[in-house]
Structures are given as structure tokens and as C-alpha cells.
């Protein structure tokens, strides 16, 4: 893993937008994997910036969610797909085509999931894979325990992402207790992966990132052996480790 530390969020955002739009430039026909969560809206802002002054486009761009709740429709505020929508594509110059997240309505999740791993795969993978970082050290949904080898799958949420994830809901009975993400194998496959951590609230999860080993009870610490894996870091994290 490189590691880049930024002074603060801003500029974090700034270097992952910077990384993305050079690749995005050389490769227009680029798959990116994107997340949602408080953590890449800086960098979904800066993509929109240069977006509108024409740096960088869309067009031919497809991109693959990582995640989505189950039984939250896409009409709804809290569902993944809503915030993509709100957050990145409907600022942007993609064909809505080319976006995919998994549907967590589906009247057959397990079919759902399957149908999602063959439009990635169809697609020959991710280019580019950008990450958030749980509390817990998940990545997607998957959470700790889930198995290094998964592809896309259904995850119950763990109480302490629900309670994290409750700030968005008006309480955390509405927050879904079952989501669909795209699993470890598959982020792994991504030719390149930036994992983006923001806030004094991730040290411990960054601490063991780094110093930590390679373990299923922290799905994260599997970037360790990722060859092009980048992680972008600001000093909110890593002041709490250093002092
Ligand atoms: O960026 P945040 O809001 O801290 O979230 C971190 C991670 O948690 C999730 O929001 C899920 O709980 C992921 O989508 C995200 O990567």
C-alpha cells in the first residue's frame, strides 16, 4: 500500500481527484468502482468541478457501486442509489446507462447478486476501485468475518454500522439491517484501489490497516497485499496515531 497523507480533507479530495481525472484522461473508456458514505463526496465535488469546465468527461465512463441496502427503493433519500444520483451523476456528463448499483428491491436477492458479479465481470472488472473505510474496517458492506473469497453477496449489517449509518435516518429501526455488496475477490480484481480515510474517527481502523496484519475480523487489512493500492489520508486520522 502508498500511503499519502493530506493536511486535511480538502486536499485529500483534491489528490484522489487528481489521480482519477490523469486516469480518466488516458483511459476515457474507464470502469471505476465507486462508494458512497460521507468520505469520497470531496472527491465526487472536484470530479464535478472539472467536469463542468470541461477538464474531464463521462461519456464513455462506467462505473459500478459497491453497495446498496436491501428494501430501500431508489426513489428513497437514505438508498444508495439516490445519493449517487444527488451526489455525482446527475451533475455530470454520464450516460445513466453506464452507471450500475446492485438493486436491492429485488423480488430474488440471490439472483440479483449474481446478475450484478456477471455485469462486472462481462465488463472485465474494475480499473479503478475507490474506497471508504468503516469504523470496523469494512469495506463495501462486507463486514469483519466475511470471507476474503466473496464475490457480490447479501450481508446483514453489523449493529455498530447501522448505528453509524443511523445519523442519515431519523433512527436506526429504519436503518435496513440486510444490504448487497460487491465482495472482497472482486475489489481485490480492481486493477488499481484508493482507499480513501477522513476523520478522527477512523484511527483506530486506519492503525490497524497499516500496522495491522492481514486478518478476516478486519476486511481491510486485505489492500495490504493489493499491488496498486493507494491510500489517501489526512491528518484529522493519522494526528490521533502520531500523538
Ligand atoms: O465515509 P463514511 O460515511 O465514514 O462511511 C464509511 C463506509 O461506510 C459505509 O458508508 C457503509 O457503512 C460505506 O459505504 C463507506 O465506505
Same mark, same amino acid.
Given at each position: 500500500?502508498?500511503? %499519502? #497523507?493530506? =493536511?486535511? &480533507?480538502? =486536499? ?6 487528481? !489521480? ?8 476515457? =473508456? ?22 463542468? =469546465?470541461?477538464? !474531464? ?22 438508498? &444508495?442509489?439516490? $445519493?449517487?444520483?444527488?451526489? $455525482? $451523476? ?16 429485488? &423480488? ?5 447478486? %449474481?446478475? &450484478? ?7 472485465? *472488472?474494475?480499473? !479503478? ?33 447501522? #448505528?453509524? /449509518?443511523?445519523? $442519515? ?17 472482486? !475489489? ?18 486506519? /492503525?490497524?490497516?497499516?500496522? *495491522? ?8 487489512? %486485505? ?19 502520531? /500523538?
Amino acid at each position: 500500500m502508498k500511503i %499519502i #497523507e493530506s =493536511k486535511n &480533507y480538502l =486536499k485529500m479530495s483534491h489528490t484522489a481527484c487528481q !489521480i482519477l481525472a490523469e486516469q480518466i484522461g488516458q483511459n476515457p =473508456k474507464i470502469k471505476l468502482g465507486l462508494a458512497t458514505g460521507s468520505t469520497p463526496i470531496g472527491l465526487y465535488n472536484r470530479l464535478i468541478h472539472l467536469n463542468k =469546465k470541461k477538464e !474531464i468527461s463521462f461519456q464513455k465512463v462506467t462505473t459500478f457501486n459497491l453497495d446498496e441496502y436491501v428494501g430501500l427503493p431508489a426513489t428513497h433519500p437514505n438508498s &444508495y442509489h439516490y $445519493f449517487m444520483r444527488e451526489n $455525482f $451523476f446527475q451533475h455530470i456528463d454520464i450516460n445513466e446507462a453506464n452507471t450500475h448499483i446492485p438493486n436491492g428491491m429485488a &423480488y430474488d436477492l440471490e439472483k440479483e447478486c %449474481i446478475r &450484478y458479479q456477471q455485469v462486472i465481470e462481462t465488463a472485465g *472488472g474494475m480499473d !479503478i476501485q475507490v474506497l471508504g473505510l468503516g469504523e470496523n474496517g469494512h469495506i463495501g458492506f462486507n463486514e469483519p468475518g466475511t470471507s476474503f473469497s466473496e464475490e457480490t453477496h447479501i450481508i446483514s449489517l453489523e449493529k455498530s454500522t447501522r #448505528e453509524a /449509518n443511523a445519523r $442519515f435516518f431519523d433512527n436506526i429501526d429504519q436503518v435496513p439491517k440486510k444490504a448487497i455488496t460487491v465482495g472482497i475477490n472482486t !475489489i481485490m480484481q480492481s486493477k488499481q484501489v484508493i482507499l480513501l480515510i477522513s476523520g478522527e474517527t477512523k484511527a483506530e481502523a486506519y /492503525n490497524r490497516l497499516v500496522n *495491522g496484519g492481514i486478518t478476516e475480523t478486519f476486511p481491510a487489512s %486485505i489492500l495490504q497485499k493489493h499491488k496498486n493500492c493507494i491510500v489517501l489520508v489526512d491528518q484529522e486520522t493519522t494526528f490521533q496515531i502520531t /500523538n
